[in-house]
């Protein structure tokens, strides 16, 4: 059964303050990993798929890596309004479904 | 590129009632979509696959004559919450997969809020 965890649940940043926001998985074949932002009342809006290990993507302030094991959302120089949960998922060889760890709720404070 | 609607934003009814609940691909072609339900706070929870001229896959525990899906074109599928009790109000939230060469991406909708009376 794929699994993905990610940490912290919850991030406080003051305006500028660079991090790292992590995913950990488990999975049966790796076809991709996800990243999504999802603000309050709205549905996720894609921001990368990563699809092997050493792979990065670059989007603005957002940078995806990726090992065997997890992945990680850097945020450098955040401004409030990347204030978001951000969700991380991976899709396994298995089948089409996505799964979803419990995300990671940014707050950017100015 | 890749955008998809849901249609209505937000649904009150009484408790009894029917609900339908459209999911568009805007502007890609779309032979799976998915439909989750989303807890305050939470998660998605993936609650069916529904594909294209085929019936949908439901998850282990959700009722499948309780959410009726129908898949009936490449750009529409419809989500129908059957005789809707206070239990179902959630925010229930679709995408679309969008394949093609070697990409295998699932894109959101904006979410619908379903509150029952």
């Known amino acids: 059964e794929d699994q993905v965890t990610q940490s912290p649940e919850a991030l406080r940043l003051q305006e500028g303050e660079s991090s790292s926001l992590n995913c950990s998985y488990t999975?049966?074949?790796?076809?991709?990993l996800f990243w999504y932002r999802q603000d309050p009342g709205k549905g996720p809006e894609f921001l990368f798929t990563l699809y092997s290990a050493g792979e990065e993507k670059e989007k603005e302030r957002l940078k995806a890596t990726l090992t065997k094991k997890e992945s990680f959302l850097h945020i450098t120089a955040p401004k409030p309004e990347d204030s978001a949960t951000y969700l991380c998922a991976v899709q396994g060889h298995a089948g089409n479904m996505l799964t979803f760890g419990g995300g990671t709720r940014l707050m950017v404070k100015p | 590129g890749a955008v998809v609607s849901q249609h209505p934003s937000r649904v009150i009814c009484k408790s009894g009632t029917s609900v339908k609940i459209e999911c568009r691909s805007l502007?890609?072609?779309?032979?799976?979509m998915f439909w989750y339900r989303q807890f305050p706070k939470k998660s998605l929870m993936l609650m069916a696959t529904?594909?294209?001229?085929?019936?949908?896959?439901?998850e282990q525990g959700v009722e499948k004559d309780k959410f009726l899906i129908n898949h009936a074109s490449l750009t529409l599928s419809t989500l129908t919450v059957t005789s809707a009790h206070p239990e179902d109000s959630s925010f229930y939230i679709c995408?679309?997969?969008?394949?093609?060469?070697?990409?295998?991406?699932?894109?959101f909708g904006p979410g619908t809020r379903l509150t029952v009376l």
């Open positions: 995408s679309a997969r969008a394949t093609g060469g070697w990409t295998d991406t699932q894109y």
């Open positions: 529904s594909n294209e001229g085929s019936k949908a896959t439901y």
């Open positions: 999975v049966s074949g790796l076809r991709g």
């Open positions: 502007d890609f072609q779309a032979t799976t």
